[in-house]
């Protein structure tokens, strides 16, 4: 029996066909995914470290406004959005005279806007991870399913005929574990992607917690200390 793929293909039948086809495209998308994502922290990683030094050069002098400005340079940036959401509210809140109404604290209401920009961004780095995760479940699945599907039509093949014995079903067993086979050849990788990529989530979170952390210590003293971020801001 030849191994050709070419030859498998035209063996399989259609429901099996069906399935190989469907697998190829999981692993497409993917490998899409993965590639996309790959780039996206990439980005993320090095516009933050970038970020990271040029915003606190700005906080040590008080440079609130210069320091919102510098985030729209790096937009691809986790930190960089969650320090400037907080930034933003802290200073509008300082400038319009938020601050002074009663009952409302400045600092407060920039860490509600730091834990929704985190939030979001936390959201944009899982956008598509969900598909891998899918992927790496089924597909083992869909590959069994062509699997058996394959091996019924080797047995029925043999009824048909009338010839019995191992040889008569052993080239529609072997075509049908091609299923199995790529069913778990898509789905590995998947999952190990998958695992990948929400570990350097996790990380990306700590970061931006500290990083939240740290900001909002900043406005703690800066207020003990009687400074006006507001007008040093403008």
């Known amino acids: 029996m030849s191994f050709d793929p070419i030859e498998l293909w035209h063996s399989m039948g259609f429901i099996t066909k069906a399935v190989t086809v469907l697998l190829i495209l999981m692993s ?8 996309e994502r790959y780039i996206y922290y990439s980005k993320a990683k090095k516009q933050s470290v970038a970020f990271a030094r040029l915003v606190t050069g700005y906080l040590k002098q008080d440079k609130l406004q210069e320091a919102i400005d ?5 937009r691809h940036s986790h930190l960089a959005r969650v320090v400037s959401a907080g930034l933003y509210e802290f200073q509008h809140d300082i400038t319009s005279g938020t601050a002074d109404v009663a009952g409302h604290d400045p ?3 920039a860490e509600r806007a730091i834990e929704r920009e985190a939030l979001i961004t936390t959201s944009d780095m899982k956008k598509g991870l969900s598909g891998l995760a899918t992927i790496g479940t ?3 699945f869909i590959g069994l399913f062509g699997t058996v599907i394959g091996i019924i039509n080797a047995f029925r093949g043999m009824a048909l005929t009338g010839s ?8 529609g067993i072997a075509e049908a574990l091609v299923s199995t086979a790529l069913g778990l050849f898509v789905a590995i990788p ?19 917690s500290n990083s939240a952390s740290e900001l909002l210590d900043y406005f703690i003293k800066r207020r003990g200390a009687g400074v006006n971020l507001g007008a040093r801001a403008s």
């Open 28 to 35: 497409v998308y993917s490998l899409t995914i993965a590639v």
């Open 70 to 74: 510098s985030s729209k340079k790096y």
């Open 190 to 208: 998947a999952v190990w992607l998958f695992n990948i990529f929400m570990n350097k989530i996790e990380r990306f979170q700590v970061e931006m």
């Open 107 to 109: 600092i407060e209401a």
């Open 164 to 171: 019995g014995g191992i040889a008569a079903v052993s080239s």
């Open 138 to 140: 089924t597909a083992p």
